[in-house]
């Protein structure tokens, strides 16, 4: 580093005033500096004298230099005070690097986010003007703990637009968040037992269902009055997970118009009954449109209706420990299916919406599963004139449990199986298809001269069909349902049973959560354990939940803490 002749001559300056104050014992050090740069010596006296009170008179040593002032201890040299200076400055510097790293994490979705699905993640600007891609990972420390329950974490779900969170508990409550100010909103009880699984419905309306080992499962809502508006019973036995069961593409009720109060005998209804009528009474289950009575009481069900435009939603799938997958039809609360293909406790429940994402040779897993269910796909999904063709309109559930097989169906009418997954050596805990919108994914026109644009369409659909699971046997498993079914990756960073896990919207990571109190970051590419956030909770971590677009995760566990993480 070269220094001009000032900085060296304030440098030298420097060194001999802090010779200086060190005392005797320094002043022959002192004075060979002096001698090798005398303007030291004179710029340093120039220093004192400007400091002095016009006292010239001083005397002198004999070998013509002055003697050694006595410093005031609060008289520090200068050399000193620039020597500390630059730590400090460089911890400030550090300090401000983080706060505004963390502003960045704090609002990049009001700004920085682009597209909200699997292929757009969020992004944020660089110094340069740049854009970068943020890949969206839980970071310690969590950013707000949210404690008021009395017992264990068992389940978590957020709002797919609202900043609400919704925590289940072995208390037997229900308990509203606002997981971006951490702020407790309100307690749903209605429950007489552990509470085991809650979901948002899927368009963001205001209904959450819920279920229960008291047997039940209630569907609330969460908008207004948040109460219970239906209580559906059939299961056997413990009632381990309920989701909203996405609708197929073309759902005409999701346009929603005049649909609202089907079965609630209101305006629409007296004005002729509901409109576009086969749309959602297919099937022959409802009987007296716009009566209610027996059909209605025999849900169970409050006075209140649902209405499947605002929830998104026609149906719900439940998980029991009776072996059974039931659905049921959520306006009339009737059991519209069941399956029994399980051999033991089912206790997990994924859902797929549909996509249409151009693909090759109507591949992707909807083209899969269509072959293997043995059933003919959406017209479609038949292949044009360029050798290109849109996947099948499927819809997907997985379930699975305590005989370690992971089954996957068709979601809708047909409901038969596209997939049978086997490989875990213990119980499987949690499924989680791609964290994304559970409304169907709207085709992605590609120009068949678009080389950039259909290897895009081709990656989306690959990751479109990937499906997670978590297990006792400490692993976390990613498997493909296209074409029958098969595993992908086996990871096996934990060290006690795995309870959660969350399939990232970009389908490059897989976050996990277990009984080791810790949540695990995997890269799927890499096939390796990316980050550790070692002792998350003060005890199991027993539920993990992604928002889809939002920079937010969450996590409970025995400890009886919620816990909100922000992603970097």
């Known amino acids: 580093m070269v220094l001009t002749d000032k900085q060296r001559t304030d440098l030298h300056a420097g060194i001999y005033e802090y010779l200086l104050s060190r005392g005797p014992a320094f002043a022959a050090t002192a004075e060979a500096l002096a001698q090798a740069d005398p303007e030291a010596r004179s710029s340093n006296s120039s220093t004192d004298n ?21 410093t005031p201890s609060s008289a520090t040299p200068v050399l000193e005070k620039k020597w500390t200076a630059v730590p400090r400055l460089q911890k400030r510097v550090l300090e401000l690097e983080r706060q505004i790293s963390s502003n ?18 969020l992004d ?39 900043t609400l969170a919704a925590s289940g508990s072995e208390d037997g409550t229900i308990k509203l968040w606002d997981h971006e100010s951490g702020d407790y909103l309100r307690t749903l009880r209605g429950h007489t037992n552990v509470v085991t699984s809650v979901d948002f419905c899927p368009k963001g309306g205001g209904y959450l269902v819920s279920c229960s080992t008291d047997l039940s499962i209630k569907i609330w809502d969460v908008k207004d009055n948040f109460v219970c508006v239906r209580t559906l019973r059939g299961h056997d036995h413990t009632i381990s997970c309920v989701r909203f069961v996405p609708p197929p593409l073309g759902a005409v009720f999701l346009e929603g118009g005049k649909i609202g109060s089907v079965g609630g005998g209101g305006a629409e209804a007296a004005a002729g009954g509901p409109p576009l009528g086969a749309v959602f009474l297919e099937g022959g289950k409802i009987g007296s449109v716009g009566g209610g009575g027996a059909e209605a009481a025999a849900g169970g069900g ?54 249409a994402v151009v693909s090759k040779g109507g591949g992707g897993a909807n083209a899969g599963g269509g072959a293997a ?21 499927l819809a997907l559930v997985a379930t699975s449990g305590n005989d370690r097989t992971i089954y996957v169906y068709d979601a809708n009418d047909k409901r038969t199986k596209v997939a049978e997954l086997r490989g875990h050596d213990h119980v499987v805990e949690a499924l989680s298809f791609l964290c994304s919108s559970a409304l169907p994914q709207k085709a992605k026109h590609a120009t068949p001269s678009s080389k950039l644009a259909n290897n895009a369409n081709d990656a989306t659909s690959n990751t479109w069909d990937y499906l997670a699971s978590a297990s006792r046997d400490r692993t976390v498993r990613l498997w493909t349902v296209a074409n029958g079914g098969s595993c992908i990756s086996v990871f096996r960073a934990h060290e006690n049973w795995v309870r959660g896990v969350v399939l990232h919207p970009s389908g490059n990571h897989i976050l996990s959560c277990g009984d080791d109190r810790s949540i695990r970051v995997f890269d799927v590419k890499a096939n390796r354990c990316l980050r550790t956030i070692e002792d998350a909770h003060a005890h199991f971590v027993t539920a993990i939940a992604m928002h889809p677009t939002l920079p937010i995760m969450v996590s409970g566990g025995v400890d009886h803490v919620v816990k909100c993480w922000q992603l970097d």
Not at 373 to 393: F, V
């Open 124 to 162: 944020s600007t660089t110094a340069s003007g740049g854009i970068r891609e943020r890949r969206m990972l839980p970071r310690p420390p969590a950013q707000h703990s949210l404690q008021s329950h009395s017992s264990g974490i068992t389940a978590l779900a957020l709002h797919p637009i609202y």
């Open 373 to 393: 269910g043995g059933e003919a796909s959406d017209p479609a999904s038949e292949g044009s004139g360029a050798g290109r063709s849109l996947a099948s309109n």
């Open 104 to 121: 960045q994490r704090i609002h990049a979705h009001r700004a920085g986010f682009s597209g909200g699905t699997a292929s757009a993640p």
């Open 50 to 70: 400007s400091k002095t009170d016009g006292n010239d008179d001083e005397p002198s040593n004999s070998n013509g230099t002055s003697p050694r002032k006595t």
């Open 302 to 355: 409050a006075s209140g209706t649902i209405d499947p435009a605002e929830a998104g939603a026609k149906f719900i799938v439940s998980a029991s420990r009776d072996n059974t997958v039931k659905f049921w039809d959520l306006e009339t609360g009737f059991c519209d299916h069941t399956i029994e293909d399980h051999s033991d406790w089912v206790r997990c429940i994924a859902v797929r919406a549909a996509s």
